[in-house]
C-alpha cells in the first residue's frame, strides 16, 4: 500500500587530515628489540595507543627477511596500529598481510623516534645501515607558537619549529611537542616534550607540575618518577649531560 | 516542621513504576517491527491522499498509548472545495 | 533572534537531559517560545523526562529522513503551551542523522522558536557532535568529580573547533553548569570545590544545583522540577540559570550546607556519645 521512492546519492566527503605518525625501527637480535619494547611499554604503557606507527625495518629487513611477518605480527599484537612499512621492498612482503602496506610513504622526519634512555651498543650501531650524518645542534630557533588560553583535554600541539608558549593550563589528556622549549605559564597536567630539534637544549617550565608525562629530546619521566615532593610546584624540567632532570623553581 | 510529614513516604516512585509499565509494554510489543500506530496513520493519509490532496503542514497528529486503550488522533483541514460537496 | 542552545558534557550519566528539561521549561515559563530537542539515537530519555512518552509518534530521524513533517513531530507539552518537544529516535542505526538534515531541521526550528534546546547524548560521536555543530551557546553540565571533569574539558575543546561558529572563526558562547554538588562532601574536602572545577575548566560558571531528591521526584512524575517544584532550591537554580541565560547579571549562589531539624538532633547526639 505503500510506496518508496528511490533516494537519491549521497554526496560523497572526501576531507584531507594531517597527523603525525611514530617510526619504530627494530634493530638485531629481534628477539632482543622486543623485550626491550616491552619494557619501555610496560613504563609508559599508553604511549602507542591511539596513534598511526610506521615500521621501518631498514636495520633488519636484509638478516631477518624470513622473520619479517612474524615481527610485524608481534607488532600488531601490542596493539600497535601499523599504517605503513618502510625500508623493506614490496617484495619481501608479497603474499603476506603486509604486502600492501610496504608502500613508500612520503613524509617530513619531525623528529628522532622516542625510545628513552637507550644505550647505544656498538652490535646496535654496526647493524644499521649508513645513515647520513646527524645535523650539528643549530643556533636557536627563532620561531615560536603562543596559545592564547588552556590547551584542553584530546588537543595535540605539536610545533617542532622552536618555542612554545602557553598562556594557561594544559589539560590532563592534552599535549604538547616544541621543537625548543616550552613555557607554561599555568598548571601542566597533560604530557609535555620539549627540545625535539634543538638536541636537548629546550626546557619545559611551568607554574604547576601535575603532569602526567615530562620529557626532553629523547629522555622522558612520568610522574610516578619524581614523586609528590614537586607536584604542584614550579618546576623546570631540563636535560643534563644525558640525564632528565626537574628542579623546583620556588 | 509537622510530624506527619516527616513520617510520610515520598510517594513518587509507584507513579514511575505504572508510567514504565506502560511505555515497556507498548515497546517490547514493537520488537524491532515499525509503530503500528504510525504506519497506521501512514496509511490513512495514504488513502485521503488519493480523494483529494492533503497539505502536510495542515495534519496534526495526536497519540496517547494508555494501559488497555490507546487514541490516535489525526487532524486534517480540508479544501474547501472538498467540504463543500460533502 | 532565536537561540540554539547545546546541552553536554562529555560524560554520561551527569545531568544534562534533566538540565535541558528543567531550563527549557524555566524558559518556557518566563513566557519564551522553547523546544527541547533529544539528539540521541537509539536511546530515548528526554520524553521520558517531560512526561511525553506515551504521546510520541514521529521523532528527530523521521524528521530528517522525511518521513514526517516538523509539525506533525512536535509535542507540546500539556502544562505549558510554550513548551514543546522534539524526540530522538529508537533507530540502531547511527548514520541516521545527517548534518545536513539536522541543519535543515535546526534552521525550521529557529523559524518556529525563540530558544531551541539540544540535550545531547553523552560520548564524542556523532549525536553529540551533531548536537553542538549549529549551536550559538554551550552550556557544558559537570559533577565536581575528576572523570567528568576531564570529559568536559574534551567537550570544550570540541566546541571551540567542531562547531559551524568556530569554523567560521566566531566565538561559541560557553557556560558551566555544576550539577550534583554535595556542600557537606565540599566543605569535608571530600568533594571537588566549585572553584576547583572552575580553575580547571576556565568558562564562566552558570549556575550550581546541588545534589536532591526534588530532581528524582521530578523525573519519576514525568514533569521538570522547575514545573513541579519551583520553590525547592534545585528549581531555584535552574530558574536562576535560565534568567542567565536570557541575559540578565544575576549573582551565583553557591549551595551551602543546610542542617535540618532532625539532623541537628541527631548530630548532637552523635557529638555527645
Not at chain 1, 610522574?223 to 615532593?229: I, K, L, Q, T
Not at chain 2, 509499565?21 to 495514504?46: F, K, M, N, S
Amino acid at each position: 500500500m505503500l510506496t518508496t521512492e528511490t533516494l537519491p546519492l549521497p554526496r560523497l566527503r572526501v576531507r584531507g587530515r594531517s597527523f603525525m605518525a611514530l617510526v619504530v625501527a627494530p634493530e638485531l637480535p629481534l628477539a632482543g628489540w622486543m623485550a626491550a619494547l616491552d619494557a619501555q611499554m610496560r613504563d609508559v604503557p599508553g604511549f602507542f595507543s591511539n596513534r598511526p606507527v610506521v615500521a621501518d625495518l631498514s636495520a633488519v629487513a636484509a638478516e631477518a627477511r624470513d622473520d619479517l611477518a612474524m615481527l610485524l605480527e608481534g607488532l600488531e599484537m601490542r596493539n600497535f596500529r601499523l599504517v605503513g612499512v618502510e625500508g623493506a621492498g614490496e617484495a619481501l612482503l608479497a603474499g603476506t598481510r603486509w604486502g600492501r602496506l610496504a608502500t613508500e610513504l612520503h613524509g617530513r622526519e619531525i623528529f628522532d623516534a622516542m625510545y628513552g634512555d637507550r644505550p647505544q651498543t656498538p652490535e646496535s650501531q654496526a647493524s644499521r645501515p649508513k645513515s647520513p650524518e646527524p645535523e650539528p645542534p643549530g643556533p636557536a630557533l627563532a620561531n615560536s607558537l603562543l596559545i592564547d588560553g588552556p590547551v584542553r583535554s584530546g588537543q595535540s600541539i605539536v610545533f617542532p619549529e622552536g618555542d612554545v608558549t602557553v598562556i594557561g593550563a594544559v589539560a590532563s589528556g592534552a599535549e604538547v611537542i616544541a621543537g625548543g622549549s616550552l613555557h607554561v605559564y599555568g598548571a601542566l597536567r597533560g604530557r609535555a616534550i620539549a627540545g625535539v630539534n634543538t638536541s636537548g637544549e629546550g626546557r619545559i617550565f611551568c607554574r604547576r607540575l601535575e603532569a602526567e608525562m615530562v620529557g626532553v629530546d629523547r629522555l622522558y619521566r612520568t610522574a610516578d618518577h619524581w614523586g609528590a615532593d614537586l607536584h604542584g610546584r614550579p618546576v623546570q624540567v631540563r636535560c643534563d649531560r644525558g640525564t632528565l632532570r626537574l628542579t623546583a623553581l620556588d | 516542621m509537622s510530624l506527619f510529614s516527616f513520617f510520610t513516604r515520598n510517594r513518587s516512585a509507584p507513579v514511575a513504576r505504572d508510567r514504565l509499565q506502560v511505555l515497556l509494554a507498548h515497546e517490547r510489543a514493537l520488537d524491532g517491527r515499525g509503530d503500528l500506530v504510525a504506519l497506521l496513520q501512514q496509511e490513512i493519509l495514504a488513502v485521503i491522499a488519493r480523494h483529494f490532496p492533503i497539505d502536510q503542514e495542515k495534519v496534526v497528529v495526536k497519540l496517547d498509548r494508555g494501559q488497555r486503550v490507546s487514541t490516535l488522533e489525526i487532524d486534517i483541514e480540508m479544501p474547501d472545495e472538498v467540504s463543500a460537496r460533502t | 533572534m532565536s537561540k540554539v542552545v547545546v546541552v553536554t558534557s562529555g560524560k554520561g550519566g551527569v545531568g544534562k537531559t534533566t538540565s535541558s528539561a528543567s531550563i527549557g521549561a524555566a524558559l518556557a515559563k518566563a513566557g519564551q517560545n522553547v523546544v527541547v530537542v533529544d539528539f540521541d539515537v537509539g536511546l530515548r530519555n528526554l520524553d521520558l523526562v517531560m512526561g511525553a512518552e506515551r504521546r510520541v509518534v514521529f521523532d528527530l530521524v523521521n524528521v530528517v529522513q522525511g518521513d514526517a513533517k516538523l509539525p506533525q513531530a512536535l509535542i507540546r507539552d500539556k502544562r505549558l503551551e510554550t513548551l514543546h518537544l522534539l524526540p530522538a529516535s529508537q533507530t540502531r542505526d547511527k548514520d541516521a542523522l545527517t548534518e545536513e538534515g539536522v541543519e535543515r531541521v535546526i534552521e525550521g526550528l529557529r523559524e518556529r522558536f525563540d530558544w531551541i534546546v539540544c540535550d545531547s547524548p553523552a560520548g564524542i560521536e556523532k549525536g553529540a557532535t551533531l548536537a553542538m555543530r549549529f549551536a550559538d551557546v554551550a552550556v557544558v553540565v559537570t559533577n565536581p568529580e575528576v572523570s567528568s571533569v576531564r570529559d568536559s574539558d574534551r567537550i570544550i575543546g570540541m566546541l571551540d573547533s567542531k562547531t559551524r561558529r568556530a569554523e567560521q572563526g566566531e566565538k561559541i558562547e560557553k557556560q558551566l553548569l555544576l550539577t550534583r554538588y554535595d556542600p557537606a562532601r565540599a566543605a569535608r574536602g571530600e568533594m571537588m570545590k566549585v572553584d576547583d572545577v572552575l580553575e580547571i575548566l576556565a568558562i564562566p560558571l552558570l549556575g550550581v544545583v546541588a545534589e536532591s531528591p526534588d530532581v528524582l521526584t521530578a523525573s519519576n512524575l514525568g514533569c521538570p522540577v522547575t514545573l513541579h517544584d519551583p520553590a525547592s532550591p534545585a528549581a531555584k537554580a535552574y530558574t536562576d540559570a535560565a534568567r542567565r541565560l536570557m541575559g540578565e547579571a544575576l549573582a551565583v549562589r553557591v549551595p551551602t550546607e543546610k542542617r535540618g531539624f532532625m539532623e541537628r538532633l541527631f548530630g548532637r547526639k552523635a557529638a555527645a556519645a
